[in-house]
């Protein structure tokens, strides 16, 4: 039957199968060939780079041919070994590009939707020429909201510009403008968000100095003659409501035609607009942290809708030709500020093996290598006991003598301390002398903010495992007042169970002592 029907009165779905086909076809043939493509590449890169390598037996592999080349059977060991290469450097890459985004501290700017305008209509009807007004109001501008997420770790997820959806308009036939939608933020647990209010400039500052000096002395020039002085003050008085009226006919929005004939000077405006702006011109400023999931702040309110004409209808008035236009939104510049929420802070020297103990005990995977600051942001891992107890560790770079000074990395990464119940000291025992470090730790800590070593602390001696740790151990376990050292290895995993135990009975008794105590508002 299909034979019998030519190409032009074939069924369309016929067509489109046969259609389909061919592009499946041709995908298997183009991957084929770029399989194909990727070997020859690869073999040639292993032949370019033993050359390299190799300048003098470069002669004899040409002649003689190089066997793991010609062997069909070398060729995936090759591509395999460029394919593990090629994730080695996209792991690093993946790693300093984590390190560059991460950032804690930041300024933006929120600013709230513009309120719409209310709407000047009237109705209109075969016999009724002249009906009442019937425009509809403004929509009401979105807000912007900072709202606590736990899966954040970071705020570079915030932008510089936060603007929330403006009102929409209003209509004719009394329909309302939509209201824009709020602009929710996600920001990480335990970030601080201050307004930052900028001061007036010392050269406006005297500016208005020089002004009032003018003033006065124009003053005292007119007091001799009367009336002079009340002309001048006569003037004053007529520029200022000049200029309150001026401002008054800007929130107004004017039927077509009708600027000069409306006569918006004793209208009364309704309340609830007026006290909308208000609120948005004297707000107080924003102060607060965000500690807990789920917690939302509103750091920039949305402009009112500007009201429509029906509002206006007076005994004196029955037709306003007139209605207000919204509100702007509130604008605020914030300072965020994150200072990490753990139960746990570990503080040491560069390269101690902080990230190490870290990746020992929890999930977390932070960066290990055998250079110092490796780590350059604050990493969190979950500790979770047989018993389902769990506890947060946070990870803090390394510090260095002058710390509290901002030398190195200073107070970029110390205030991430600032909320840990608990400093636990990671301190390489295989040092030369190892107790001058734990009281170097101490000192930088106390001086970037007095009383932050009044907290509970644990020591622990990493690396245990070398040769020269023993007699560093038993020297350190033996001078008067030395502190609670727990000997552990983390490269090799031995003894961690001792020391998380030993974290968590120090966790646990300092809840006891304060029952009321919520660990992650500290």
Known sequence: ???????????????????????????????????????????????????????DEAEE????????????????AATAFMHHKQQKLDIVRRNAKAGRNFVDRMRCTAVGGHGGNGCVSFFRDSFV??????????????????????????LSCVKQMLRAQPGAN???????????????????????????????????????????????NTAEQR????????????????QSRETVLQSRESMFVHYPRWEERNNVEGVRIPAE????????????????????????????????????????????TRHPHYALH???????????????????????????????????????HPKVAPYPFTTLNPYIGTVTFADSFQMTVADIPGLIPGAHRNVGLGHAFLRHVERSRLLAFIVDVSRQSPWLHLKLLRA????????????????????????????????????????LLVPVSAKNRKNILKATHAIRQILESTQQEQPGVNPQSV
């Not at 299909?2 to 779905?13: I, T």
């Open 1 to 55: 039957m299909l034979s019998l029907l030519s190409r032009r009165h074939k069924p369309a779905g016929i067509r489109s199968v046969a259609l389909r086909r061919v592009p499946q076809q041709l995908r298997k043939r183009y991957l084929s060939d770029q399989a194909a493509a990727a070997h020859m590449s690869a073999s040639e890169g292993a032949a370019v780079t033993s050359r390299m390598h190799h300048p």
């Open 61 to 76: 592999t040409e002649e003689s041919g190089d066997p793991s080349l010609l062997d069909p059977a070398a060729a995936p």
């Open 129 to 154: 020429p002249n009906g009442p007004p019937n425009g509809g109001d403004g929509g009401g501008g979105g807000g912007v909201w900072l709202v606590v997420d736990e899966n954040e770790t970071s």
């Open 170 to 216: 209003g209509r004719g036939k009394t329909m309302h403008g939509q209201k824009g939608n709020d602009l929710v933020v996600k920001v990480p647990k335990g970030t601080m968000v201050r307004e930052h209010r900028v001061a007036p400039d010392s050269q406006n500052r005297n500016q208005s100095q020089n002004t009032d000096v003018q003033t006065q």
């Open 223 to 238: 007091s001799d003659d009367s009336s002079d002085f009340l002309y001048s003050l006569d003037r004053q008085i007529t």
């Open 273 to 316: 607009y007026m006290q909308a702006k208000h609120e948005i011109e004297n707000a107080a400023p924003l102060s607060v942290d965000l500690l807990h999931h789920g917690q939302r702040v509103l750091v920039a309110r949305g402009g009112a809708g500007g009201p429509g004409n029906p509002h206006f209808i007076s005994a004196d």
């Open 326 to 364: 919204g509100l702007g939104g509130q604008r605020r510049t914030l300072e965020l500020e994150l200072k990490t929420i753990a139960d746990v802070g570990l503080v040491g020297m560069p390269n101690a093996g902080k990230s190490t103990f870290l990746r020992a005990v929890s999930n977390a």
């Open 444 to 483: 930088e800590l106390e001086l970037y903010q007095p009383g932050l070593t009044a907290r509970p602390t644990l020591v622990i001696a990493n690396k245990a495992d070398r040769p020269e740790s023993r007699q560093n151990f038993e020297c350190w376990s033996q001078m008067p007042g030395a502190p």
